[in-house]
């Protein structure tokens, strides 16, 4: 990997409009993110939601880099949790859409993830300005992630648990968490207003 | 067995993310995905047209796509083509020919892009071109 220095440079390069800075961020990142995100996601190895989330999260940043402010973290650390959102985000619509299509709710995502045409995960442009937006109303990226699964109507315990590093609590004090945690955020949105409410990511 | 992610360093993999950025126009790829469509051709023909080998075009892929109307248009595609190793006056013609023909679909009545490619296809600039009895012309 390389070091913080080259991170800081090629944002700067991104940010000037760089036209190889986008190919060489991808060549150094993308094997790096995969093993990261498929690491953290054992269950999901062999699927295309891997690769769906990294591309997406780099995509979204190679294009708009100032979304990313250097001084919260480091940019892979920051490319790493945007992948992590933009996976639960997909696979929240993954599992809404099968309980859809099978009629039923209780529907294990994880045992059949291949079956899903990837293409059919689209993000949309209002979903990045939502996203912008949360990045400007919470300081700390992981209440980012768990904002954007609140507006996208998420309410299992395990995603939020998981966002969070809540592992290690107790099963009720891991909802007893999230349900305060969820509250804060919730409320962070009710203050924000219409502006964003309602939207779906 | 998953999928093994190893090859750190590389760009073995990349072509996955070459294949999801080929209808993003701020992508080289989306350009060479057009030139390939125009002309009805294969990467095996782009990298001869471009002098380059398969790393080498998934790296030009992922790069951003040089505006050709901008006056600074050449000196991007020269450090485009110096960072992935290709002929820099294939490529311009490569971007041309995408351009000319983005130019047609969109049916903006703007044919810079067009009148460009034409008079480098005149100045032979490309050097190596497509085989043109295979080339999809747009109905005038």
């Known amino acids: 990997m390389k070091d913080d220095a080259w991170f800081v440079e090629i944002h700067e390069r991104l940010l000037g ?15 790096t993110l995969l093993r990261s995100l498929a690491e953290k996601n054992p269950r999901l190895r062999g699927t295309e939601f891997i690769e769906q989330a990294v591309s997406d999260a780099l995509i979204s940043y190679i294009k708009r880099p100032a979304q990313y402010d250097p001084q919260k973290r480091g940019l892979f650390g920051f490319l790493l949790m945007s992948a992590e959102g933009d996976l639960r985000n997909a696979l929240a619509r993954a599992k809404r859409r099968r309980g859809r299509e099978v009629g039923f709710d ?24 939502v996203r912008r937006t949360l ?23 395990e995603s939020y648990v998981g966002i969070w590093g809540l592992e290690s609590l107790p099963a009720e004090e ?19 207003g219409k502006g964003i409410r309602g939207k779906r990511l | ?12 993999g990349l072509d996955w993310l070459v294949r999801h950025t080929k209808n993003d126009p701020f992508f080289v790829s989306h350009a060479l995905a057009q030139y390939k469509a125009i002309c009805d051709v294969d990467d095996e023909h782009l990298m001869g047209v471009l002098g380059c080998n398969r790393r080498a075009l998934i790296r030009l892929a992922l790069c951003r796509l040089p505006d050709d109307r901008d006056p ?7 450090e485009i083509a110096t960072f992935v190793s290709c002929n820099a006056d294939g490529l311009i013609g490569v971007f041309r020919e995408a351009a000319a023909f983005a130019s047609l679909r969109e049916g903006t009545g703007s044919t810079s892009g067009l009148l460009i490619a034409a008079r480098d296809r005149n100045a032979g600039e490309t050097g190596h071109r497509p085989n043109r009895h295979k080339t999809k012309r747009p109905k005038r």
């Open chain 1, 106 to 129: 209780s529907v294990e995502l994880e045992t059949g993830p291949r079956n899903i045409p990837i293409d059919t995960i689209e993000l949309s442009e209002e979903a990045d300005a």
């Open chain 2, 1 to 12: 067995m998953g999928k093994e992610y190893v090859e750190k360093g590389s760009n073995a």
């Open chain 1, 174 to 192: 891991q909802k007893r968490e999230v349900k305060r945690r969820k509250d804060r955020i919730k409320k962070v949105l009710e203050r924000h």
């Open chain 2, 72 to 78: 600074t248009f050449r000196q991007v595609v020269q």
């Open chain 1, 135 to 157: 990045n400007t109303l919470f300081a700390d990226p992981k209440d980012c992630v768990a904002a954007a699964l609140v507006l996208d109507g998420e309410r299992s315990t």
């Open chain 1, 17 to 31: 409009g760089d036209p190889v800075a986008s190919s060489e961020l991808a060549e150094e990142v993308w094997q």
